[in-house]
């Protein structure tokens, strides 16, 4: 594959990775708040929302792992559409990080966010 390959091959993933992110946010959360699905099911299962993000996020990346070392996917998607949902949660992640800062931030007199350990009240 050359540079020009490699770019377009970019740019296809991440056009496929901003398309997915919208429709399924909308599905999932709505347009007021994107993360709200992690932090609701976080709530009922007494989790921060990141490792509720981190579930899903293992699932396409098991489905690479088998594929990097099979050289085959023993499901019904493509590893485009795994790759896909992958950058999404790791995209996704960094936002609940964002999202978690700013919350911090805006609702508390303390310099620093809680210690990482304890679950943030959502």
């Given at each position: 594959m050359n540079y020009d390959e490699e770019m377009a091959t970019f740019d296809e993933i991440s056009a496929a990775c901003k398309e997915l992110l919208s429709k399924k946010g909308d599905d999932y959360s709505g347009r007021e708040d994107r993360l709200l699905n992690f932090k609701r099911l976080g709530n009922e299962l007494n989790l921060p929302p990141r490792q509720v993000l981190w579930v899903y996020l293992r699932k396409h990346l098991d489905a690479i792992t088998s594929y990097v070392r099979d050289g085959k996917l023993e499901s019904c998607e493509s590893l485009r559409s795994r790759v896909t949902d992958a950058i999404n949660y790791?995209?996704?992640?960094?936002?609940?990080?964002?999202?978690?800062?700013?919350?911090?931030?805006?609702?508390?007199?303390?310099?620093?966010?809680?210690?990482?350990?304890?679950?943030?009240?959502?």
């Amino acid at each position: 594959m050359n540079y020009d390959e490699e770019m377009a091959t970019f740019d296809e993933i991440s056009a496929a990775c901003k398309e997915l992110l919208s429709k399924k946010g909308d599905d999932y959360s709505g347009r007021e708040d994107r993360l709200l699905n992690f932090k609701r099911l976080g709530n009922e299962l007494n989790l921060p929302p990141r490792q509720v993000l981190w579930v899903y996020l293992r699932k396409h990346l098991d489905a690479i792992t088998s594929y990097v070392r099979d050289g085959k996917l023993e499901s019904c998607e493509s590893l485009r559409s795994r790759v896909t949902d992958a950058i999404n949660y790791l995209v996704l992640l960094e936002c609940l990080r964002m999202d978690e800062t700013q919350d911090w931030e805006k609702y508390s007199d303390s310099p620093s966010p809680p210690d990482p350990k304890i679950r943030p009240a959502f």
